[in-house]
């Protein structure tokens, strides 16, 4: 059952989220003055914790993938889909990520699987359309 992640985007939304706990932490530190105490200091430090974890939401998109079907976890909802109901798995030249097409004529985004992974979000592409096939054929290989 194979798992994907953003790769990239992680990388990125760490770095960001260790920068502006970082930078909030030295405000929170830098602020003297008779007008700010130290629970102001504390607050400026929570502040970077929040936006931090704010960012790391953007890093949250799963994709799962089994003979059964897809669950996707997108930054803000999910999807658990039969292999029945996906009429194709597409990943064109030019998108940011994989889109389910479905058979009610609807799409969904798979943001875990980017084109900006490259090579990794080929093999992700490969296994999902092979999951695809073997559930439209009804073979399965163990």
């Not at 030295?26 to 504390?42: E, N, Y």
């Not at 953007?58 to 799962?64: D, F, L, S, Y």
Request: glycine residues 8%; positive net charge; charged residues 20%.
């Amino acid at each position: 059952m194979p798992l994907y992640r953003p790769k990239r985007v992680r990388v990125v939304c760490a770095v960001a989220a260790v920068a502006i706990v970082t930078m909030f932490t030295i405000i929170g530190v830098a602020l003297t003055g008779s007008t700010f105490r130290t629970s102001d200091k504390w607050a400026m430090i929570g502040l970077g914790v929040i936006f931090a974890t704010g960012v790391m939401v953007i890093a949250r998109p799963t994709v799962q993938a089994d003979d059964e079907g897809i669950k996707v976890q997108n930054i803000i909802g999910g999807y658990q889909l039969p292999w029945q109901v996906v009429r194709k798995v597409r990943f064109d030249r030019g998108q940011p990520w994989v889109y389910l097409d479905l058979e009610d004529d609807d799409t969904v985004a798979v943001l875990a699987v980017q084109a900006a992974d490259k090579e990794r979000a080929l093999e992700a592409v490969r296994c999902l359309r092979s999951l695809h096939a073997q559930s439209r054929a009804g073979v399965w290989t163990e």
